[in-house]
């Protein structure tokens, strides 16, 4: 299994981003995707994730700004990010886990600054 994130870049507070997260590899069914961030000098955190089922959840930091979507026939989850803030600069990163194997994707860094 292979994740391949991208979508990151440098935009103004305020601005938005849309990430992406493309699966490939040896699934046979849409499996949970979960996006993390890490800034520097800070622990990785969950941002936002979708289920298997379609189901969603937010940290509580990007809830009303962030959305998590996928597109199932691209085997792609989605991460659009709206009024972001400075503190949402970090290196973002999508994760998945499949037949008890943990699979993370290369990170694609988002830089919010004026």
């Known amino acids: 299994v292979q994740l391949q994130a991208s979508g990151g870049g440098m935009v103004q507070p305020g601005g938005s981003l849309r990430l992406s997260c493309a699966a490939s590899?040896?699934?046979?069914?849409?499996?949970?995707i979960d996006w993390y961030r890490q800034a520097p000098g800070k622990q990785r955190e969950l941002v936002a994730g979708?289920?298997?089922?379609?189901?969603?959840k937010y940290a509580d930091s990007v809830k009303g700004r962030f959305t998590i979507s996928r597109d199932i026939a691209k085997n792609t989850v989605l991460l659009q990010m709206n009024s972001l803030k400075p503190e949402d600069t970090a290196v973002y990163y999508c994760?998945?886990?499949?037949?008890?194997?943990?699979?993370w994707g290369q990170g694609t860094q988002v830089t919010v600054s004026s």
């Open positions: 590899g040896s699934i046979f069914s849409f499996p949970a």
């Open positions: 994760r998945t886990v499949v037949y008890g194997n943990d699979y």
């Open positions: 979708i289920s298997s089922g379609g189901s969603t």
